[in-house]
Structures are given as structure tokens and as C-alpha cells.
């Protein structure tokens, strides 16, 4: 089982940034990809936002990728995924989700609010 903890969401201007982070503990040996996603308001779907694999491969979605930077910090314990973000626009408002598909299951976490104001 892996615990996927998000935090740093908050309520930022246009044009500011903000950086999230996502804390993966458990059996964090069965995690290689971890990866951000995001719900914004009035969707059901999550979409993906950028992705790490532990050897360094990082992809981004088209919508972020001049703006976003991902990095990802993993010991023995456990793994620190961030997400900063810049040039934050009314369009990046949403909820962000951490995760990382497991052996058997994907693992999500709880989800952090970014509300971006015009």
C-alpha cells in the first residue's frame, strides 16, 4: 500500500506561481512513475498534467509545459514529488492530484485546491 499526501495548493493571483508537493510513503518500492493530474471545475475527468519516472523521464502536458517544472527527491523512506508552478492563469484553477500507478493498483492522493484569480 502507498500513501499519497498533496499540500501547497492555495488561492494565488494571475501571473504568480505556487509550488505543490506530494509525499509518497508506504511500499514505495512498487512506484517508479509518479505523475500530476488535475480536475478543474465543472469536469469530472483528471487531466494529466506532467509525469517523473525514477530514472529522470519527466513528459509534460502542452497546456503547461513553458510554465510548470516537475522534480522529484526519493530515498528509502520515502518519495517528494513537486509540481512548481509559474504564470499561473485563471485556466490552471482545479484540484491537483498526486500519483503512481502500483503493482496492482494506481494510487491517488486526497487532492490539493489551486484557484487561480483573474
Known amino acids: 500500500q502507498v500513501i499519497l499526501a498533496e499540500s501547497g495548493g492555495g488561492l494565488v493571483q494571475t501571473g504568480r506561481s505556487l509550488r505543490l508537493s506530494c509525499v509518497a510513503s508506504?511500499?514505495?518500492?512498487?512506484?517508479?512513475?509518479m505523475a500530476w493530474y488535475r480536475q478543474t471545475p465543472g469536469t469530472q475527468r483528471r487531466e494529466w498534467v506532467a509525469?517523473?519516472?525514477?530514472?529522470?523521464?519527466?513528459?509534460?502536458a502542452d497546456s503547461v509545459k513553458d510554465r510548470f517544472g516537475i522534480s522529484r527527491i526519493d530515498t528509502d523512506a520515502k518519495n517528494t514529488f513537486y509540481l512548481q508552478m509559474r504564470s499561473l492563469k485563471p485556466e490552471d484553477t482545479g484540484v491537483y492530484y498526486c500519483?503512481?500507478?502500483?503493482?496492482?493498483?494506481?494510487?491517488w492522493g486526497q487532492g490539493t485546491q489551486v484557484t487561480v484569480s483573474s
Open positions: 500519483s503512481a500507478p502500483g503493482a496492482l493498483k494506481t494510487y
Open positions: 508506504g511500499s514505495i518500492d512498487e512506484i517508479d512513475t
Open positions: 509525469s517523473s519516472t525514477r530514472s529522470g523521464v519527466t513528459r509534460y
